[in-house]
């Protein structure tokens, strides 16, 4: 769905949204790339499924979930002699800032809808709020590519600023404070990622969780575009559970949909 430009009657004054398969980055792929070629270096393969499990965890956490995996673990234990430990978890994650760093331009193409609704947002009024689990290293490196297609949240927070990063509601608190919204029924979380949709409950926050642009369905934007609409309702129904299952507000399939839920909230 196309958004439109007339006025949303909405009691909604701040919306945060994540960033890779909420605003940039369809169905979440940079991570992921750089995760399967980590573990591949390593003699240590991981599935896309298991790259992908952990997703919307601060990166380090992210790896840490991967090698506490009963599968990735034995294999890890059949490569090396021994069970991944926290100094692993180290390795792996000074190797995953560089590599990450190099594509991430790669995948910074903004998601249909985004400049939209965003630039609808902000001549409402309303304000803009973002949370990662990237890095803030990172973020400096993504920011310019998304400032420069009209991607300008008022307010950038990364899972290292906090003292917890998703499912804690540290990230989400922390731009209420700085946005000077105190009443979190007047916020609303919006994340392509369970663990995001749990910080936005947490939080107290009208959650909005992605289905189609996001890391549950994992596909390129041109992949998607490609199925047919039974397929579509195939792939995007169990998605749709999981969210639910999540205690999710709302379900849609991508930031484009946004406006035509906010009078709802």
Known sequence: MEPTNTAIETSARL?????????????????????LALFEQRGVP????????????????????????PEVADRWEARFGARPVEADVDAIYADFLPLQKQILSQHAGAIPGAVEVLN???????QIGSTTGYTRELMD?????AISQGITPDYVLTS???????????MIQKIMSLSGITDPAQVVKVDDTPVGITAGKRAGCVTVALAASGNELGLTQAEFETLSPEE????????????REAEADFVIDTIADLPAI????
Not at 30 to 35: H, Q
Not at 58 to 69: N, P, Q
Not at 120 to 126: A, D, N, V
């Open 160 to 170: 290292d600023e906090v003292a917890q990063g998703r499912p804690a509601p540290d």
């Open 232 to 243: 579509r309702h195939e792939k995007l129904e169990p998605i749709r559970v999981i969210f």
């Open 141 to 145: 490196v993504l920011l310019p590519f």
């Open 46 to 69: 991981v599935s896309t499924a298991q790259a992908r499990e952990p997703m919307g965890a601060a990166k380090r956490d992210h790896i840490a979930a991967i090698l506490a995996m």
């Open 15 to 35: 919306v945060i949204f994540d960033w890779a398969g909420t605003m940039i980055d369809f169905g979440c792929q940079a991570p992921v790339e750089v995760l």
């Open 262 to 265: 906010l009078p709802q909230i």
């Open 120 to 126: 609808q947002l902000h001549e409402q009024g309303i």
